[in-house]
């Protein structure tokens, strides 16, 4: 109960006050006509680079928008209410981090859908694939930068980005890799699709068992 609570609670701040959202939306447009423009996304060359840059795109998109999830909590110094109003502080992290990842699923469609139109994709060869790629590495980076803002939470917007970048190399790589599958630039499915959900568990589960220390740094 306390899990949706918070997450109903943070959707709801979201939509009040969609500064976070549209900021997030116009960085991932900014950084797209980037690339558009330096890489030439338009030429067929440029195809195979479209699942790295899709995922880049991502995790500069996570750091932006993951960064504000303890802000108002912090402002208010209302975030150590919020761990005696909760049954335990894993209710925390679980609500947060599906607000998070609600948060982050909000921008991908239109991203994707921006990128297939610099590129002029009509169809892609296996779109249920695409989609389990997306879903799975979009969870990733939610439960990441969940996990380090509530570890972090008084310092996330020093330690987060470091942390972020470096831990979410194995998930980057993965994810690029089941989109290349579904996009037909290669065949080897079954490793990067293993690695990815071993290692969204793994952090589901580390969130999970870390939620006593969370809130104290």
């Not at 960085?27 to 195979?48: R, T, Y």
């Not at 930068?145 to 996330?156: I, K, P, R, V, Y």
């Not at 831990?167 to 994810?175: G, M, Q, V």
């Amino acid at each position: 109960m306390h899990i949706w609570m918070i997450m109903r609670k943070d959707l709801t701040l979201q939509f009040r006050q969609p500064t976070a959202f549209l900021s997030t939306f116009m960085f991932c447009l900014l950084l797209v006509f980037i690339f558009s423009l330096s890489l030439h996304l338009s030429s067929l060359d440029s195809f195979p680079l479209l699942p790295a840059i899709l995922w880049i795109i991502l995790l500069f998109a996570a750091v932006l928008g993951i960064t504000h999830t303890f802000v108002q909590e912090n402002d208010n110094d209302c975030i150590h209410a919020l761990a005696l109003a909760v049954s335990e502080k894993s209710c925390i992290f679980l609500g947060k981090g599906l607000a998070n990842f609600a948060f982050l699923l909000m921008t991908v469609p239109l991203l994707v859908l921006i990128l297939f139109l610099f590129l002029d994709i009509t169809e892609v060869i296996n779109l249920p694939l695409l989609v389990l790629s997306l879903f799975l590495g979009v969870l990733g980076l939610a439960v990441l930068g969940t996990l380090f803002n509530s570890l972090f939470c008084n310092q996330a917007g020093l330690l987060m980005p470091i942390l972020l970048f470096s831990l979410a190399i194995p998930l980057l790589i993965s994810a690029i890799e089941l989109t290349k599958v579904a996009l037909a630039l290669t065949t080897q499915l079954q490793p990067w699709l293993l690695l990815i959900v071993i290692f969204d568990l793994l952090f589901i589960a580390l969130g999970i068992l870390l939620s006593d220390y969370m809130l104290e740094v």
